[in-house]
């Protein structure tokens, strides 16, 4: 009886191993993931500031109309 406890035991031990063994790989690769996205929006975040820094936006109350 004593034996079977033990059995089950070391059973279970087992999968939670297992288990957080396979939610380890999970988290990474989503950190990973998130990291990689991080960048992708530095990178476009970059290009959205370069382009308003290449573009004027002048003010169109001082501008006088096309006909005149």
């Known amino acids: 009886m004593e034996n079977k406890r033990l059995t ?3 059973t279970k031990i087992a999968y939670q191993e ?3 063994s396979e939610l380890n790989t999970i988290v990474y690769n ?3 993931t998130i990291d990689d996205l991080k960048k992708m929006v530095e990178i476009l975040r970059n290009r959205v500031m ?3 820094d290449m573009t004027s936006f002048a003010d169109p109350g001082n501008d006088k109309p096309p006909h005149y």
């Open 18 to 20: 297992r288990m957080i």
């Open 50 to 52: 370069d382009l308003a």
């Open 30 to 32: 989503q950190q990973k």
């Open 8 to 10: 089950d035991i070391e």
